[in-house]
């Protein structure tokens, strides 16, 4: 295993650092238009919309985990984990429905937890440093 990172592997950090983060500010848009939903209803396109947006940058994070992890040695489970939560995403808006919400909240904190620990580890030890 190598034990740096090439210069397309510290764009990979930055994108996997980036994406992480942003999928992070994605959930707490969720967390926030699901409290305005009850109990009188309320935005519910805004959520929907929401949830897009957390495929589309969980998804862009698990690319970016997958490739640092093909090209530079990245952690095996840092690649599964983004990949995992990408699908996971999907889990959360087939549950999303009223009927559901049993799941769905559990499902939400589940996917708060993983992405809180993949942020955390895209900026720790897990992601090799630059090569000096």
């Known amino acids: 295993m190598p034990t740096s990172i090439t210069d397309t592997g510290l ?29 009188h209803g309320g935005p519910e396109q805004l959520h929907s919309g929401g949830a897009i947006v957390l495929h589309l940058l969980s998804g862009l994070t698990a690319v970016a985990a ?5 090209r530079d040695g990245a952690p095996t489970w840092l690649a599964v984990l983004a990949a995992l939560l990408f699908v996971l995403t999907f889990v959360q808006a ?39």
Request: hydrophobic share 55%.
């Open 94 to 132: 087939s549950t999303g429905g009223r009927d559901t919400l049993w799941i769905h909240v559990p499902g939400a904190m589940v996917l708060t937890v993983g992405a809180v620990w993949l942020a955390v580890a895209s900026f720790g030890s897990a992601v090799r440093r630059p090569a000096s």
């Open 66 to 70: 997958v490739l640092l992890w093909r």
């Open 11 to 39: 764009r990979l950090v930055q994108a996997l650092r980036i994406g992480a983060l942003l999928t992070l500010v994605s959930l707490a848009f969720q967390y926030v238009t699901a409290g305005q939903l009850f109990p």
